[in-house]
């Protein structure tokens, strides 16, 4: 993943005022329709600082491999595949409880910086 794209996730989902929502992207019908006021998930925080639209929730969890800089069939992140580290985001996000902040530690951990 681009450095400044990973820095400017980590650094959203650090900001106090970053609202997180479980169980789906975003607590608005449309993705479209948010806002920086939106609580989302933690992938759908990547997909507003890259000021990426999806058209439905199904595109943001997409967006993490095709949109991300992180391409590949399936890429690999520390021996997880992509669909893992997919998996591995929403469990945090909404099985475990993790704060938004806890996440992007994790992130900062597990997901390399590819490209400057």
Known sequence: MKKSLRDA???R???PASKQFHKRAYDV???SEATTDTAMCCIA???FVSDFVPKNETD???YLSNVSGMKG???TINGMK???VVAVLITKNDEENKTLPEIADWIEANIPITEE
């Open 9 to 11: 996730w980590v650094a």
């Open 60 to 62: 943001v969890y997409d």
């Open 73 to 75: 069939s399936p890429f």
């Open 13 to 15: 989902l650090r900001n």
């Open 29 to 31: 019908f449309t993705p």
């Open 82 to 84: 992509e669909h893992d």
């Open 45 to 47: 925080h990547l997909a």
